[in-house]
């Protein structure tokens, strides 16, 4: 009601959609937060398109994305994040995060200036997920080493001068690399 309150106030029309998220997690086996994340873009992705729209911003800011590369990280195993602009090709829709280049501290001081009263974020497990213990172990970790989001930042950059090893080989590719160089020597 709130944030259909603050659109009218600004002539905006608000949609929403209603999605039992618990339901659609205890029959996808993966976590709440990501089963969440899912339905909540499929939801907005697919009203953008009925409304005719091939844009859709999203509020993500630097710290999202720097939590969210480590998160993939020490989780998965990989160096990922997500972009300033990111057009889904399925879909032709594109995705922007006009709020990506600024720090949630400076998002937070600037809802203070605008005297904007944030909503409360409805999720039970808010303050409890993963991503939060991944925030925590990164203000930690800058208390040993002011500067580790900053590393962490400038890791999630493409750079020249990257040292990174080639992609894991299976076990019979290994063996046929082995081989092959064997071969070669011998003749």
């Known amino acids: 009601a709130e944030l259909e309150a603050f659109c009218g106030y600004y002539g905006l029309k608000h949609y929403s959609e209603k999605v039992d998220v618990n339901s659609a997690w205890q029959n996808k086996g993966n976590t709440p937060c990501f089963t969440c994340a899912y339905f909540r873009r499929a939801a907005t992705n697919r009203t953008a398109l009925e409304l005719g729209f091939n844009?859709?911003?999203?509020?993500?800011?630097h710290d999202d994305a720097v939590e969210t590369f480590l998160m993939n990280v020490l989780t998965s195993g990989q160096l990922r994040t997500f972009l300033p602009v990111t057009p889904l090709s399925r879909t032709g829709l594109t995705v922007l995060r006009p709020l990506l280049y600024y720090r949630e501290a400076e998002i937070i001081d600037m809802v203070r200036q605008l005297d904007l009263q944030p909503?409360?974020?409805?999720?039970?497990?808010?303050?409890?997920?993963?991503?939060?213990?991944?925030?925590?172990?990164?203000?930690?970790?800058?208390?040993?080493?002011?500067?580790?989001y900053d590393?962490?930042?400038?890791?999630?950059?493409?750079?020249?001068?990257?040292?990174?090893?080639?992609?894991?080989?299976?076990?019979?590719?290994?063996a046929d690399k082995f081989h092959n160089f064997w071969r070669q020597k011998s003749n």
């Open 55 to 61: 844009k859709v911003a999203l509020a993500h800011h």
């Open 119 to 148: 909503l409360r974020n409805p999720c039970p497990y808010d303050g409890h997920t993963k991503r939060q213990d991944i925030k925590e172990h990164i203000r930690e970790l800058e208390k040993l080493s002011p500067e580790v």
């Open 151 to 174: 590393h962490l930042a400038a890791a999630m950059r493409n750079a020249p001068n990257q040292e990174l090893w080639p992609e894991q080989l299976s076990q019979k590719q290994l």
